[in-house]
C-alpha cells in the first residue's frame, strides 16, 4: 500500500521557522523529490525539488536562501527546512515523490505565518 504521510506544519510568527518532513511507504525506485505548495485562490507552486542522489537541488525565486529541500534515501524521507517565514509563506505544503512510472502526493500540511 502506498502512502506520503506529512508532518511539521503549524502556525508561526513572522521570522519563525518550521521543519516539514515527508515519508514514503509502498514505492520503490523514487527518482526525484520536491515540495510544492498551494494558497487559497492560487494555483499550485513548486517550491523546491531535489535530485535521486541529493546532488542537485532547485528552489523557486521567492524562498531561495530561506528554504532548504533535503532527502533520506534510506528512509524514503524528503524534508523542507523554512527559516525567515514571512506571511505570504502562508499556504498547503504537499510533497511530490515522481517515479517513472508515476507521481505521489502526500496529504498536505498547512503552514501559516502571521505578521
Known amino acids: 500500500q502506498v502512502q506520503l504521510v506529512e508532518s511539521g506544519g503549524g502556525s508561526v510568527q513572522a521570522g519563525g521557522s518550521l521543519r516539514l518532513s515527508c515519508a514514503a511507504s509502498?514505492?520503490?525506485?523514487?527518482?526525484?523529490m520536491g515540495w510544492y505548495r498551494q494558497a487559497p485562490g492560487k494555483q499550485r507552486e513548486l517550491v523546491a525539488g531535489i535530485s535521486s542522489s541529493g546532488g542537485n537541488t532547485n528552489y523557486a525565486d521567492s524562498v531561495k536562501g530561506r528554504f532548504t529541500i533535503s532527502r533520506d534515501n534510506a528512509k524514503n524521507t524528503v524534508y523542507l527546512e523554512l527559516n525567515s517565514l514571512k506571511p505570504e509563506d502562508t499556504a498547503v505544503y504537499y510533497c511530490?515523490?515522481?517515479?517513472?512510472?508515476?507521481?505521489?502526493w502526500g496529504q498536505g500540511t498547512q503552514v501559516t505565518v502571521s505578521s
Open positions: 511530490n515523490m515522481r517515479t517513472i512510472v508515476k507521481d505521489y
Open positions: 509502498g514505492i520503490f525506485n523514487i527518482n526525484t
